[in-house]
């Protein structure tokens, strides 16, 4: 079974940047990898995924801002932040394939 571990996440100003990793116990090399976000109240929503080919695919709130990388050796996933804004703010979820989930890290986007 695989396990996914997020890190990198906590509480930085409006216009900062954080970097979220995901460290996956398997192999990913054939799965898509991708980062969604859910903020109280609100559906989880897609951030960005990228293949194992290495295509991305970013939601509008967040392209041009957020970049979303993969090594396929060392099993990881990341996602870089930049010019974050408070409507940035959720808990952050590693995703690997369709089912296999992180337990999520908190980005909060505030002064």
């Known amino acids: 079974q695989v396990q996914l571990v997020e890190s990198g996440g906590g509480l930085v100003q409006p216009g900062g940047s954080l970097r979220l990793s995901c460290a996956a116990s398997g192999n990913t090399r054939i799965s898509t990898m991708g980062w969604y976000r859910q903020a109280p109240g609100k559906q989880r929503e897609l951030v960005a995924t990228i293949t194992s080919g290495g295509s991305t695919n970013y939601a509008d709130s967040v392209k041009g801002r957020f970049v979303i990388s993969r090594d396929n050796v060392k099993n990881t996933v990341s996602l870089q932040m930049n010019s974050l804004k408070a409507e940035d703010t959720s808990v952050y979820y590693c995703?690997?394939?369709?089912?296999?989930w992180g337990q999520g890290t908190q980005v909060t986007v505030s002064s």
């Open positions: 995703r690997l394939g369709l089912i296999n």
